[in-house]
């Protein structure tokens, strides 16, 4: 058996599935060089052939060993050469790669990532727009949703109210007995007071503190109700007899027992706050009542409708409560709830409080400087005891706002700010006073007696010319007339006499000159040069002697015989002598105007100097060119005298010049130059808009008055002059003026308003940069761009915001700028009339339906209506007391209208008419009477 499988293999052989794993096949590949296997290295072939060598093998077999040896060599070494080959294509392909400009796959690449962001971005806004409308569509829903709760709680507390109101009255109407043991009259009789058991004194305690615990509510309540504190009461009562209301201590307590017993106020509060939160709750009760009075703005503004509305839940649940009470049922309202009301409105009272201090601040600051400036314009005056009178009731006034301010933000607060306003404000004051009155007074002038009383058409008329006979040639007389044609032509002596009636500090000014008289200085310099050119020494000499007369009377004019310039004035501008001169040949031009120069420099008044010495520079100037120069300065000289000759005149003007108006209307009527009609129309219609006063007092002659004015001059209707009454057409243009000046006002006013309106802004917020920058704006050269770019520098806005304000202004500039462009017209023609030397005729070419200056915008119209109104309350005041209350509340009912910038514009309006109303009813006070007195008879009939 053990020989079994001898045949199978040889002796000591592995078996079969060893043999076969672990014999090699002769089959398998043979491994490449390039692995480096044992078998194909050199290392192994030259040891196999050293052996078969070493051992005594074939010699055949050693050859085939060393050719097998060199081809394996030869294969390596192709096989490298092919591989350095390849290596070197590769290097070669990779430089050229390199040197080959890189294509454009990453711009391309980059341009596909930038168009997939902005994909991806639009995709996103459009989600989060999505997102916002649905946000606002739910904001929205909710607003309405609580706006419809609030209604019905509103609604349901006013039934509420009116239930228990009905219960209330009911109860009143019906009497009931007091509550007693309910027992038989027949029981009653058969108890004796035997059979009644004695109470002991603590069962007697408990009963009587029983009693008094459950009528106390009732009692706190009748008391609350008895102080009239409650809406319908407080709404038929004045403003400001709910104020005094309030304020009294009894309704304090009352108030403060209610308050503790619904538990709106904790009992550990002290005194001062629990006396400060009793204020906001009855302030409750009068912002709802008087709302209009109680806000600044009348309770429009959307914090003060807040503040209402959370003021009335409160009130409506309080008075039920209240009404709970007194029909001894259960409080409706709990006390979380009461309180939590109460929380609600305090929190916005107070929030409504401060945002109101710092404007109510600024207004009574502007009320105090107001005052003062009052105080220093009057303080000079001691006619009449005027000053002492002002002054008597403007500390009073004064007072009165500086204790309310210091209650509002302190004492030093307070003194600190008035200060700087009313040193800032005197400083203006006196800065444009010194502008406005800067003095051209001659260096020489004719003494005049101020104690002479003189008639004024005396005063104002112009120096005239001294007699002097001089025998000249017709062509030389019509020369100097022509000449003189080029000076300045004075109005009537009538208007002066009415402007310094008007304007202490009356100045007649160089006025420019119209078109045709432009044309008559050019025709005049070529008749000149043509006269000189072809004439010769003749018409030279006929020219400068005319000139000489001319320059010499001018002169001769401004100064007096005891000046000592006045002999040689009078010696060297000799005509005869002079025109000998230029006849011969000897006549310096140059030297003349030089010397006329100095001598004017020595009789000028001091602002002339500039001028004066700029025409003694201009040596190189052409004759003619230097002739028209000097006859301007001597007309510019004599219009300084003139005026100089006003200043010392205008005291006996003051005085005596609504004499002299009066005998000239006078006059005027009985040469039926005019009428009454337009006056007595005029008068009619404003007085039926005045009620409430007696017909026969000043004071109702001074309201007519002050409507009839304003409602001529404000109204929002075409203004023409054959609408004006005869005894205001003096003034045409300076009405014309202040209605172009207000027309301004409200157009920047009613812009600064929309912008406010529209950017959210406190209306009462003052804007004061941009309305003076506005105001210094042409309206007649200003676009509307312009306009909105001087807004939009100090407050950035949105482009729907700009594009509406934009088309506001479009609606407002143009009626802003028919007012203006009216009063420049009617200006160049009463110019024109009076460089012409013809009578002004306003009506002539006048067109009596143009509206270009009516405003059609809302906005517009209410501000313009209220100032209107204000215009009116300030001048129809006739007691000092009255005229000082008004002005110190201009502030307010100006910054309460939307218009606190515009205070000092007002004041100036108001003055302006307050002095045309004063020499107006000076000078035809008569005929004012009259027209007074033939109305109420015919009211009366």
């Given amino acids: 058996m053990e020989n079994s499988n001898s045949d199978t293999g040889p002796a000591g052989a592995p078996p079969a599935r060893l043999a076969a794993r672990l014999q090699r096949r002769s089959n398998s590949r043979r491994r490449s060089s390039a692995h480096s296997s044992r078998r194909s290295s050199i290392s192994s072939l030259h040891s196999r052939a050293s052996t078969l060598s070493c051992h005594g093998g074939p010699h055949s077999t050693h050859i085939a060993q060393h050719l097998r040896r060199a081809s394996i060599i030869e294969n390596r070494k192709a096989r490298l050469a092919e591989r350095a080959a390849h290596a070197e294509q590769v290097r070669l392909r990779a430089a050229a790669a390199k040197a080959v400009p890189k294509s454009s796959n990453s711009e391309e690449k980059a341009l596909a990532a930038q168009a997939a962001r902005e994909k991806l971005l639009a995709e996103i806004t459009a989600r989060c727009e999505e997102e916002v409308r649905r946000a606002k569509r739910v904001a929205e829903e909710t607003k309405e949703r609580k706006a419809a709760e609030h209604a019905k709680l509103r609604d349901e507390m006013a039934e509420r109210h009116a239930d228990a109101a009905k219960r209330r009255s009911n109860y009143q109407m019906n009497f009931r007995r007091p509550r007693t043991t309910s027992l038989a009259a027949v029981e009653e009789k058969k108890i004796g007071p035997q059979d009644l058991k004695s109470m002991s004194q603590n069962v007697a305690v408990k009963v009587i503190q029983r009693t008094w615990r459950a009528t106390r509510p009732r009692r706190i309540a009748r008391a609350f109700m008895k102080a009239g504190i409650s809406v319908e009461d407080l709404k038929k009562m004045d403003f400001e007899d709910v104020t005094k209301l309030i304020s009294s201590e009894a309704t304090m307590a009352a108030s403060m027992r209610l308050v503790k017993h619904l538990g709106i106020l904790d009992h550990e509060t002290d005194e001062n706050a629990r006396r400060g939160a009793i204020r906001v709750f009855l302030g409750a009760f009068m912002v709802v009542a008087h709302p209009v009075e109680a806000f600044s703005h009348g309770g429009k503004e959307p914090q003060e409708q807040d503040l209402i509305t959370k003021g009335q839940v409160l009130v409506t649940a309080v008075e039920a409560a209240v ?115 800067t003095e051209h007074v001659p260096r020489a002038s004719t003494p005049v007696d101020m104690d002479v009383d003189i008639a004024p058409s005396a005063l104002l008329t112009p120096p005239a010319t001294p007699s002097r006979e001089v025998q000249r040639s017709e062509e030389a007389s019509s020369f100097v007339n022509r000449l003189g044609l080029t000076m300045t032509v004075l109005p009537p002596n009538r208007e002066i006499a009415h402007e310094i009636q008007i304007n202490g500090t009356y100045e007649v000014q160089q006025q420019p000159w119209t078109d045709s008289r ?109 002739l028209f120069s000097l006859i301007n300065i001597l007309d510019i000289m004599t219009l300084d005298h003139i005026n100089f000759q006003f200043r010392l005149a205008s005291k006996s003007v003051i005085e005596h010049g609504h004499e002299h108006e009066h005998s000239m209307f006078e006059q005027d009527l009985k040469g039926r130059v005019h009428g009454l009609e337009h006056t007595k129309l005029w008068w009619n219609n404003a007085r039926r808009g005045i009620s409430g006063a007696n017909p026969g007092t000043f004071a109702y002659a001074n309201a007519v008055y002050a409507r009839a004015l304003t409602d001529l001059v404000f109204s929002n209707t075409p203004l023409t002059y054959e609408h004006f009454p005869e005894t205001l057409r003096l003034d045409y243009i300076r009405l014309l003026k202040v209605r172009a000046r207000t027309f301004h006002v409200v157009a920047v006013a009613s812009t600064l308003l929309t912008s406010k309106i529209r950017l959210r802004r406190n209306r009462e917020a003052l804007w004061s940069k941009e309305a003076e920058r506005l105001m210094k704006l042409d309206v007649l050269s200003t676009d509307v761009a312009t306009i909105v ?57 006048q067109a009596e339906a143009d509206k270009s200056d009516v405003f059609g915008e809302q906005i517009a119209t209410f501000i313009l209506k209220s100032l209107k109104e204000h215009f009116f309350y300030r001048i129809a005041a006739s007691s000092t007391a009255e005229k000082v209350r008004v002005t110190s509340g201009a502030s307010e009912t100006l910054a309460r209208i939307g218009m606190p910038e515009f205070v000092s514009e007002a004041g100036g309006i108001v003055d302006v008419l307050e002095r045309v109303k004063n020499v107006d009813l000076k000078a035809h006070e008569k005929w004012y009477d009259q027209i007074a007195t033939e109305s109420n008879e015919a009211t009366v009939s």
């Fill in 789 to 845: 770019r001087q807004i939009e520098s100090g407050h950035m806005m949105p482009d729907s915001t700009k594009s509406g304000l934009i088309d506001f202004v479009s609606r407002v500039l143009p009626i802003a700028s028919g007012a203006a462009s009216k009063l420049k017209t009617a200006e160049q023609e009463r110019q024109e009339a009076i460089q012409e030397r013809r009578e002004y005729d306003p009506a002539r070419g």
């Fill in 518 to 626: 432009k044309d008559l200085m050019d025709a005049l310099r070529r008749g000149m040069r043509d006269s000189i050119q072809q004439g010769g020494t003749h018409a030279e000499s006929a020219w400068t002697h005319s000139m000489v007369i001319l320059v010499k009377d001018k002169i001769m004019n401004l100064i007096s015989q005891r000046h000592p310039l006045y002999d040689k004035i009078d010696t060297f501008l000799d005509a005869r002598l002079i025109e000998q001169q230029v006849q011969k040949g000897m006549f310096v031009y140059n030297d003349f105007f030089t010397t006329i120069a100095n001598m004017i420099k020595q009789i000028c008044s001091p602002g002339r100097d500039d001028i004066v010495q700029q025409f003694s520079d201009a040596t190189s100037s052409d004759t003619i060119e230097r």
């Fill in 323 to 437: 009404a709970s009470l007194v029909e001894d049922q259960q409080t409706p309202a709990t006390v979380d709830g009461l309180q939590q009301l109460f929380n609600d409105f305090t929190s916005g009272f107070h929030a409504w409080k401060t945002q109101d201090l710092g404007i109510l601040a600024d207004v009574m600051i502007g009320s105090f400087v107001n005052l003062d400036l009052i105080i220093q314009s009057t303080k000079d005056d001691r006619d009449g005891n005027v000053a002492e009178e002002y002054l008597q009731a403007i500390r009073t006034e004064q007072t009165k706002i500086l204790v309310r301010l210091k209650r509002l933000i302190g004492h030093d607060k307070a003194m600190d700010r008035i200060r700087k306003a009313v040193r800032k404000a005197r400083r203006d004051r006196v800065a444009q006073q010194a502008k406005e009155s």
